[in-house]
């Protein structure tokens, strides 16, 4: 719960900026300003999309906590396995 509340407030406080496209190879269509069902561009736009996800920032901060609850126990688990066994096994994570 920590981590999590940690990891959201480290997201809440960074600016969004969508990379720029100066040494890219995306095709830039600067005709078509068309947004889907979503609000995001078809083509890309970095300006449409840092206003997207200004107006979506919980939503963001929603994904980072789930992102985190869910890495940080199985990071935990692995860690301490290691540390106790010097291994892991895969009898410790069934799942893999």
């Not at 889907?36 to 840092?50: F, H, Q, S, T, W």
């Not at 919980?58 to 290691?82: C, D, E, H, I, M």
């Amino acid at each position: 719960a920590m981590a999590t509340a940690a990891v959201n407030a480290a997201v809440a406080m960074k600016t969004l900026e969508a990379p720029k496209v100066d040494k890219s190879y995306i095709t830039l269509d600067t005709t078509n300003n068309e947004l889907d069902n979503n609000g995001l561009p078809l083509v890309y736009d970095a300006n449409l999309i840092e206003q997207y996800w200004k107006k979506e920032r919980g939503a963001l901060n929603q994904r980072w906590g789930y992102f985190v609850s869910k890495a940080v126990p199985f990071l935990t688990r692995l860690v301490t396995l290691f540390i106790s066994d010097g291994k892991i096994e895969d009898r410790h994570i069934p799942g893999l």
